[in-house]
């Protein structure tokens, strides 16, 4: 039988243990506990091994401190073009004072949901629905700013919010693939006509170069004409002032020989004219023959007696007998 001290020793040493074990506390990695004394916090406990009064001190919260993702539920939103939209998101926090984050809100997780919901429906509220669909990125950072100061009285910090989904009407997304449609057959006149517009330009440099060109040749074929009509009057004028220099001298036969010339190429040309058909040549042979004979004493001074012979015998082959009227000239073919 064991007797009453005995008793007494193993409750007192079973206390020992027990308190022992309860002013000793263990605190993982990661977490943050809090303190209460007779209610009331007085200080957090870090990771590791921890002492407390035990009986007075006990553990309040055991708050998470690593960083953490809560997912925002989609919601409804109207735009400021009056469009519904639904968007979903998520949010990650970091616990940074622990005392703070127990005892300032009753619900952290709950409290940064509501939050969020709420200001998702502010930011995405005052922008139209293009602008919503494609300023993402100025929606998490708005977002962003907006929560994080709103939770920093909470001992904690927002690192990111992330819009994940945001869901048109179907009758939206069908009216915007008519409207992107649209657009892109658009661009595709407006291309093909900028095509064209290059293609008139071009035509139209082509054509005025080329008339340039021409306008030059012609130009260029003026300018040669008028050169040589001023060389065939400068050899013109160099072969009258020759004849008439002979005149001076008192050689008539170059005279002779000037008019002759003349003579026959007028005719010539009466017969080359094309609204001629019969041409009568009422001619004196007489003059005619004066003429050939003029010509043949100046190629006799020139060129010699054989030049003179030729001449001659030119002369008799070609002109009629005297009196007789010289016959018509056939009409040209």
């Not at 139209?204 to 040749?217: D, H, R, T, V, Y």
């Amino acid at each position: 039988m064991l007797s009453g001290f005995d008793v007494f020793a193993i409750v007192l040493v079973l206390l020992v243990i027990v308190t022992l074990f309860a002013g000793i506390k263990t605190v993982p990695q990661g977490y943050g506990w809090t303190i209460e004394r007779f209610g009331k916090y007085t200080r957090t406990l870090k990771p590791g091994l921890n002492l407390i009064v035990p009986y007075f001190d006990r553990v309040g919260r055991k708050m998470n401190m690593m960083e953490q993702v809560i997912s925002i539920p989609e919601q409804e939103v109207i735009t400021k073009d009056n469009a519904t939209v639904t968007a979903d998101g998520v949010a990650f926090f970091q616990v940074f004072e622990a005392a703070r984050a127990s005892y300032e809100v009753a619900n952290l997780e709950n409290a940064i949901t509501v939050l969020t919901m709420t200001n998702i429906r502010s930011v995405m509220g005052s922008m139209d629905l293009d602008q919503v669909l494609s300023h993402r990125d100025e929606i998490n950072e708005r977002l962003l700013r907006v929560v994080d100061a709103a939770v920093s009285p909470w001992g904690v910090k927002v690192n990111r919010i992330e819009i994940k989904d945001i869901v048109p009407p179907a009758d939206l997304v069908e009216a915007m693939g008519r409207q992107m449609k649209a657009e892109r057959v658009k661009r595709a006149d407006i291309l093909q006509a900028e095509g064209q517009r290059q293609s008139e330009i071009l035509r139209a440099e082509g054509a005025k170069q080329s008339q340039i060109l021409q306008a030059e040749g012609r130009r260029e074929a003026a300018f040669r004409d008028a050169e040589a009509r001023e060389r065939a009057a400068e050899a013109e004028a160099k072969a009258t002032q020759m004849v008439s220099e002979a005149i001076a001298k008192g050689d008539v036969a170059a005279l002779n020989y000037f008019i002759a010339d003349k003579y026959i190429k007028a005719f010539g040309q009466l017969a080359d004219a094309p609204n001629q058909k019969v041409i009568m040549l009422p001619v004196e042979a007489m003059s005619l023959l004066s003429s050939l004979a003029g010509i043949g004493e100046i190629a006799k001074a020139t060129f010699g007696e054989s030049a003179a012979s030729a001449a001659a015998a030119a002369r008799r082959g070609s002109v009629p007998s005297a009196g007789t009227t010289p016959p018509a000239v056939p009409p040209r073919a």
